[in-house]
């Protein structure tokens, strides 16, 4: 491959002149958009035509990278939705992510409001109390934010509890004595609320069995009175019957055979 010098330009201004160091031979190139982007270090620039056959990707401009990172996005997304090395992409968005840290720390001085106003503690004071309340390490936090569309700061925690991954969200607004902070999510009210002493997560208490209390003694069974026997019941009296009646006595009839001799009644004759 031969070297070429610049010579300068042509006469139109739209030309470059270069010539051969050894023999003096004297090429034209002429200025476009790829020579543009070769001469300001822009490989996916210069390599257009290559990487448009290879990957069709196309690049963002630095305002377009800033501002997509305030909105949120990581330096490897951004890399990834534009097709641009990670390093270029992480030379504009350093000063976006230094102001979203900026923003996040400011979010920790600030006052929690509650249903009565503005907190006295700070959100960082809040949390740090909560989250020691259940056990945790506040130092093993992670805070970030990024600027939403209406221009208003939303803040994110994040902390690990055994194997489970949390955030909680808040909105921060900037003011006077360090502006204040609202619960965003469910998980943000629980960390703010005054009363966190209680789990996140409440679990019913088991009652403790106290095994050193000595075991009831079983009571004795009272011997079996014997049932008493059954008394025969007195049987209803029976009507005593009636007396018949007597009815007139009817005269004696003599029989034949006192007739025939002559015997009256009563044994006279």
Do not use: Y
């Not at 470059?16 to 190139?29: H, N, P, R």
């Amino acid at each position: 491959m031969r070297e070429l010098t610049v010579v300068g330009l042509d006469v139109d201004g739209k030309r470059i002149i270069c010539e051969t160091t050894d023999s003096g031979e004297k090429f034209v190139l002429k200025v476009d958009d790829r020579l543009r982007a070769a001469a300001r270090g822009d490989i996916a620039g210069s390599n257009q035509t290559q990487i448009e056959v290879e990957v069709p990707k196309m690049t963002m401009r630095p305002k377009e990278i800033q501002a997509r990172i305030r909105a949120g996005a990581s330096v490897d997304q951004v890399a990834a939705m534009s097709g641009m090395d990670r390093e270029r992409v992480e030379r504009f968005a350093s000063p976006v992510l230094l102001e979203r840290a900026r923003a996040a720390e400011l979010a920790g001085a600030a006052h929690p409001v509650l249903s009565d106003g503005p907190s006295v503690l700070t959100l960082l004071e809040t949390v740090s109390a909560a989250l020691i309340k259940r056990g945790l390490n506040p130092d093993d936090t992670t805070w970030d934010a990024w600027r939403n569309e209406d221009g208003r700061w939303t803040v994110q925690l994040s902390w690990k509890a055994g194997r489970s991954d949390n955030v909680a969200h808040f909105r921060f607004t900037p003011g006077a004595h360090g502006g204040t902070v609202t619960a965003f999510d469910e998980a943000a009210s629980e960390l703010i609320d005054p009363n966190f002493a209680r789990p996140l997560r409440p679990v019913p208490t088991v009652a403790q069995l106290d095994f050193e209390e000595a075991a009831p003694q079983p009571q004795q069974a009272a011997p079996a009175q014997p049932e008493p026997a059954p008394q025969p019941q007195p049987r209803a009296e029976e009507p005593a019957p009636k007396p018949r009646r007597r009815g007139k006595p009817h005269p004696t009839v003599p029989a034949w055979e006192d007739v025939l001799l002559g015997v009256r009644s009563g044994g006279q004759r």
